[in-house]
């Protein structure tokens, strides 16, 4: 299984380049983590916000892999412990395929790509920098395999009081 996160934004910070890369290199090899970056619409000259998401509405469309699961990040979607998390990997890895995370620009995501998302999940209740949710989202994707995998990264047991998944990395 593949996770891919398709963030409108380019030219990040140094630090979120490296928060990010430092929870992808830390993935097993069966649950990596792939960034891809989609050039945001330019801001400016008259376009309604209405038209901004639509143009990246495009982009995220040509870049999502067919027949992959589809988790939309928005601040009002659903918020998920990192158990839920990682229950729903599991269940995931059962059906197969990869999941895409999707994380809007700075207007957020179009209608449609939320509509049509598998998921629509809040990471916080607070509006954080884009960047920031890149970095916070590769975390919980690599807490969330830690905690299935019975890693002691994640510290908190589970509400079974234990790791009875099958799922195998």
């Given at each position: 299984?593949?996770?891919?996160?398709?963030?409108?934004?380019?030219?990040?910070?140094?630090?979120?380049?490296?928060?990010?890369?430092?929870?992808?290199?830390?993935?097993?090899?069966?649950?990596?983590?792939?960034?891809?970056?989609?050039?945001p619409e330019k801001?400016?000259?008259?376009?309604?916000?209405?038209?901004?998401?639509?143009?990246?509405?495009?982009?995220?469309?040509?870049?999502?892999?067919?027949?992959?699961?589809?988790?939309?990040?928005?601040?009002?979607?659903?918020?998920?412990?990192?158990?839920?998390?990682?229950?729903?990997?599991?269940?995931?890895?059962?059906?197969?395929?990869?999941?895409?995370?999707?994380?809007?620009?700075?207007?957020?995501?179009?209608?449609?790509?939320?509509?049509?998302?598998?998921?629509?999940?809040?990471?916080?209740?607070?509006t954080l920098p884009?960047?920031?949710?890149?970095?916070?989202?590769?975390?919980?994707?690599?807490?969330?395999?830690?905690?299935?995998?019975?890693?002691?990264?994640?510290?908190?047991?589970?509400?079974?009081?234990?790791?009875?998944?099958?799922?195998?990395?």
């Amino acid at each position: 299984m593949k996770f891919l996160v398709l963030a409108v934004g380019n030219k990040m910070p140094e630090w979120v380049e490296a928060g990010f890369e430092e929870y992808a290199r830390r993935m097993p090899h069966e649950a990596a983590i792939e960034l891809i970056e989609l050039r945001p619409e330019k801001r400016g000259g008259g376009k309604t916000v209405e038209q901004l998401l639509a143009a990246e509405r495009a982009r995220i469309l040509a870049a999502l892999p067919p027949r992959c699961r589809v988790v939309a990040l928005d601040e009002r979607g659903r918020q998920w412990t990192t158990a839920r998390l990682a229950d729903s990997i599991t269940g995931w890895m059962r059906n197969g395929g990869d999941t895409a995370f999707i994380v809007g620009g700075a207007d957020g995501l179009d209608a449609n790509i939320k509509n049509s998302a598998d998921e629509v999940l809040a990471l916080s209740a607070l509006t954080l920098p884009h960047g920031l949710a890149r970095v916070l989202l590769a975390e919980q994707l690599y807490r969330a395999v830690s905690l299935i995998k019975g890693h002691p990264y994640h510290r908190v047991s589970l509400p079974s009081g234990g790791n009875n998944w099958t799922a195998k990395f």
